[in-house]
């Protein structure tokens, strides 16, 4: 996960600021990551992804977003996504084109650069998330579609009765990419890092959680204390991938 994420987050940064033509940093936050601990829970988190679009009211149906959802696909379904045409690759053609006629500058040659070494098209796979194992692809799936429509029909009749209304979709491609909500930012609110309602559940996750970062801070103070043989507790990343230090073996079960 901490690989996959710098490298989307650094992709997506790098292209989103070629195409407005700035730089800087793009995300202010570290991504998010909460352990499930019931199924029910993981469905939830099913629902509120792809009814995200809705929830903060820019549309009143999932299916009316523009932008890309799996919305219509199946888990195990494919689809083929083309690298697009701006950003990091609106240069793609016209080093294309230039190699196809001497250049009569090589200097001013090499500073068009090179193409890109991604692939021009790439599978994105649906893959069922890891609850209700007794139910199959097929069926689990036919359990979110009924629950985002009840979502999705919440929300308009929460909207009706306060009269609002949805930002609809002309008004959001309208929008200026640096605009921002005008409602402030909770700058020092809670990060949770377990989803249940089981309250047990919750509890046990969390005690999880305290176990490891006691023992990581105290591998930590051992290491920089000089002793080089630590071994590093189970769910260890930066020491274990970028210094290639040893880590317990995963717990059973």
Not at 74 to 96: F, H, M, N, T
Not at 145 to 167: A, F, M, Q, Y
Not at 247 to 252: D, M, N
């Amino acid at each position: 996960m901490p690989d996959f994420m710098e490298y989307f987050d650094s992709l997506l940064a790098r292209s989103l600021n070629a195409m407005r033509g700035v730089n800087g940093t793009v995300f202010e936050k570290e991504y998010g990551l909460v352990e499930v601990t019931e199924d029910e829970k993981g469905l939830e988190h099913a629902v509120y992804t792809l009814a995200n679009p809705c929830e903060a009211h820019l549309v009143r149906r999932s299916k009316q977003w523009p932008g890309f959802s799996t919305l219509r696909m199946q888990y195990g379904e494919s689809r083929a996504i083309e690298r697009p045409k701006v950003g990091l690759w609106k240069r793609d053609e016209v080093v294309e084109n230039t190699r196809r006629r001497k250049a009569r500058d090589p200097k001013r040659a090499r500073r068009r650069g090179k193409s890109s070494v991604l692939p021009k098209r790439v599978e994105l796979r649906l893959v069922r998330p890891p609850v209700c194992g007794q139910l199959s692809d097929g069926e689990l799936r036919a359990e979110v579609r009924p629950r985002l429509d009840g979502r999705e029909l919440e929300l308009i009749e929460g909207r009706r009765e306060r009269g609002v209304d949805v930002l609809g979709v002309k008004k959001v491609l309208a929008q200026p990419w640096y605009g921002f909500p005008g409602r402030p930012e909770d700058m020092f609110g809670t990060n949770p890092g377990v989803s249940g309602k089981n309250k047990w559940a919750r509890i046990e996750a969390l005690q999880r959680r305290k176990e490891f970062v006691e023992a990581y801070a105290l591998a930590r103070a051992r290491f920089l204390a000089g002793v080089r043989d630590v071994l590093w507790p189970f769910g260890t990343w930066l020491m274990r991938v970028r210094y290639g230090l040893a880590c317990e073996t995963a717990p059973p079960g």
